[in-house]
Nanobody
């Protein structure tokens, strides 16, 4: 059984930082890229960041570029999302996802999802 478990969410003031973690079991990050997505209340799930499975290549949404950093630790089979300079508009439930059969930024193409972790940024 494949499981992705996010942790590290919480309440932070604008300008603060949080580090989200994604613990993966059942598949190896040696073979799968990881994506982070987020969903704010009343909005569709949107792409935030992606890291390749076979290189250090990364991609970011424009809204988070230069503030968020995605990383993975294949030895521990975990991924992380370091979020700095947080803004109230970053408030959302954040999800990690694996095994995409389509574009890296397309939520509909990912097969495995975590349960999400809430990030709330106060102004």
């Amino acid at each position: 059984e494949v499981q992705l478990v996010e942790s590290g969410g919480g309440l932070v003031q604008a300008g603060g930082s949080l580090r989200l973690s994604c613990a993966v079991s059942g598949i190896s990050l040696d073979d799968h890229a990881i994506g982070w997505f987020r969903q704010a209340p009343g909005k569709v799930r949107e792409f935030a960041a992606w890291i390749a499975w076979n290189s250090p290549a990364t991609k970011y949404a424009e809204a988070v570029k230069d503030r968020f950093t995605i990383a993975r630790n294949n030895a521990e089979n975990t991924a992380s999302l370091q979020m700095n300079s947080l803004k109230p508009e970053d408030t959302a439930v954040y999800y990690c996802a694996a095994y995409s059969t389509g574009p890296y930024d397309s939520a509909g193409h990912y097969h495995y999802w975590g349960q999400g972790t809430q990030v709330t940024v106060s102004s």
